[in-house]
Each structure stands twice: as structure tokens, then as C-alpha cells.
């Protein structure tokens, strides 16, 4: 299967015998070349004609979904730092097992950007990984009424960080937080688990788990479109 190309231009040249045409396309990527329609077939293909050039950017789409990986994931951990603060200025001793478990994804994410030499897409898988465990343990520990939950919203970013035209890779992730959600959300606890069924915490946490949530929203918004 051909991979859909982000076309800077195109142009079409003299058509041919029947339906069959010439047309010149380049992309960001790739350099430009002509392609011939055959209208027997319906298929396209690439002819001779072809512009060489000195340098190749095969990689500058994966190069570009890493950074975005790396983007998200430095903005979760931060994320979480700010939620450890929260914890341990509220109530250290009652918090503790959630602090500590916060601390471990926090250390966990700071260490997707080392994963990129290791394959394409294995932070951006780990990173999924880790934001749905993260997001779900929160909400059973804390309970519906923190609105943790919130941050499921931002699963959309998953298809930036594999891109969108592999489907197979993102689709998988995308289906377990939303299955995860559903499961999770109705038996999870309104108040959450013992040491954390505060409704003044729970107030704090969904407060800044929306400003959370506004702050990554803008930041990959920002960067996609940059």
C-alpha cells in the first residue's frame, strides 16, 4: 500500500492516449517527480522522471512525531510533579502510596525520549502505556468526583505522536482508554479509596487537573500547527 504523501503542489501535464494522464507532484518530504494515471488500471505510478536530490528527509516525519512524544511526555511528567506538590502539601503521611506512585510515573515518562534510538514509535507506545495506567489509578484512588478523568480528553494526541495515516499503531491505544474509561469510570468510587476521600482534595484535583489539561491542550496545539 502507497503512503499518502503531504503534497506541497502539483501540476498536471498533456493527458495521454484515453483517460490515461501525466502529472508532476512533490511533497515536504520527498522530491518531486512525474507520475502516470492509467485509467485501465486506475492506478498511479511513478515514472522515470524523477528529481534527485543531494539530501533525503525520509525521517523528518518520525523525527517530528518524537519531538511531539517528547513534548507530551515532559508535559505529563510535569503534570504529575505538580500534582506530587499538591499531595505532599496537603496531607504527606495520608497521600503517601499516591505520592509515591506519581513519583514512579514521573521518573517513567522523564525516560520516553531515550526509547526513540531504540525503534520509531517505542516511546510513543510506552508513553500511551503509561498515561492510561496513570490516568486510571488516579481516578479508582481518587474517585469519580476528582474528575481526573478528564484527562482522557487528551487522547487525541496519540494520533500526532504516531501519525495519523498509521492506523494500526494508534488505533489499539486509542480503544483501550476509551474501553478503559467506560469500565473504569462506573466502578470506580465517587469518593475514592480510603486516605483519599476527601471531598476538599477531590475539589483541588479537579481544579487543577482542567488548568492540567487547558495547559497541554495549548502547548500541542501549538506545536502541530508551528
Given at each position: 500500500?502507497?503512503?499518502?504523501?503531504?503534497?506541497?503542489?502539483?501540476?498536471?501535464?498533456?493527458?495521454?492516449?484515453?483517460?490515461?494522464?501525466?502529472?508532476?507532484?512533490?511533497?515536504?518530504?520527498?522530491?518531486?517527480?512525474?507520475?502516470?494515471?492509467?485509467?485501465?488500471?486506475?492506478?498511479?505510478?511513478?515514472?522515470?522522471?524523477?528529481?534527485?536530490?543531494?539530501?533525503?528527509?525520509?525521517?523528518?516525519?518520525?523525527?517530528?512525531?518524537?519531538?511531539?512524544?517528547?513534548?507530551?511526555?515532559?508535559?505529563?511528567?510535569?503534570?504529575?510533579?505538580?500534582?506530587?506538590?499538591?499531595?505532599?502539601?496537603?496531607?504527606?503521611?495520608?497521600?503517601a502510596y499516591v505520592i509515591a506512585a506519581d513519583v514512579v510515573f514521573f521518573a517513567?515518562?522523564?525516560?520516553?525520549?531515550?526509547?526513540?534510538?531504540?525503534?520509531?514509535?517505542?516511546?510513543?507506545?510506552?508513553?500511551?502505556?503509561?498515561?492510561?495506567?496513570?490516568?486510571?489509578?488516579?481516578?479508582?484512588?481518587?474517585?469519580?468526583?476528582?474528575?481526573?478523568?478528564?484527562?482522557?480528553?487528551?487522547?487525541?494526541?496519540?494520533?500526532?505522536?504516531?501519525?495519523?495515516?498509521?492506523?494500526?499503531?494508534?488505533?489499539?491505544?486509542?480503544?483501550?482508554?476509551?474501553?478503559?474509561?467506560?469500565?473504569?469510570?462506573?466502578?470506580?468510587?465517587?469518593?475514592?479509596?480510603?486516605?483519599?476521600?476527601?471531598?476538599?482534595?477531590?475539589?483541588?484535583?479537579?481544579?487543577?487537573?482542567?488548568?492540567?489539561?487547558?495547559?497541554?491542550?495549548?502547548?500541542?496545539?501549538?506545536?502541530?500547527?508551528?
Amino acid at each position: 500500500r502507497r503512503r499518502a504523501l503531504l503534497v506541497f503542489g502539483t501540476r498536471c501535464q498533456p493527458r495521454l492516449q484515453g483517460d490515461d494522464i501525466l502529472f508532476f507532484m512533490e511533497s515536504f518530504v520527498e522530491p518531486g517527480a512525474t507520475y502516470k494515471y492509467d485509467s485501465d488500471s486506475g492506478e498511479v505510478k511513478k515514472t522515470a522522471f524523477v528529481v534527485n536530490e543531494p539530501v533525503t528527509l525520509d525521517d523528518a516525519e518520525v523525527v517530528r512525531r518524537q519531538r511531539l512524544t517528547n513534548m507530551f511526555a515532559l508535559a505529563s511528567a510535569g503534570n504529575l510533579i505538580t500534582h506530587v506538590a499538591v499531595f505532599c502539601l496537603y496531607d504527606l503521611a495520608g497521600l503517601a502510596y499516591v505520592i509515591a506512585a506519581d513519583v514512579v510515573f514521573f521518573a517513567a515518562m522523564l525516560a520516553v525520549p531515550l526509547l526513540h534510538q531504540l525503534g520509531d514509535n517505542l516511546g510513543a507506545h510506552t508513553l500511551s502505556a503509561l498515561s492510561i495506567v496513570a490516568i486510571l489509578f488516579s481516578l479508582v484512588v481518587l474517585g469519580r468526583d476528582s474528575q481526573v478523568y478528564v484527562y482522557f480528553s487528551l487522547s487525541g494526541i496519540i494520533l500526532f505522536m504516531f501519525g495519523v495515516e498509521n492506523a494500526r499503531s494508534w488505533l489499539p491505544w486509542f480503544a483501550t482508554a476509551f474501553v478503559g474509561l467506560a469500565v473504569f469510570l462506573p466502578l470506580s468510587p465517587a469518593l475514592g479509596l480510603v486516605g483519599a476521600s476527601d471531598p476538599l482534595l477531590q475539589r483541588i484535583v479537579s481544579t487543577h487537573s482542567m488548568i492540567n489539561v487547558a495547559v497541554v491542550n495549548a502547548l500541542i496545539i501549538y506545536f502541530v500547527l508551528s
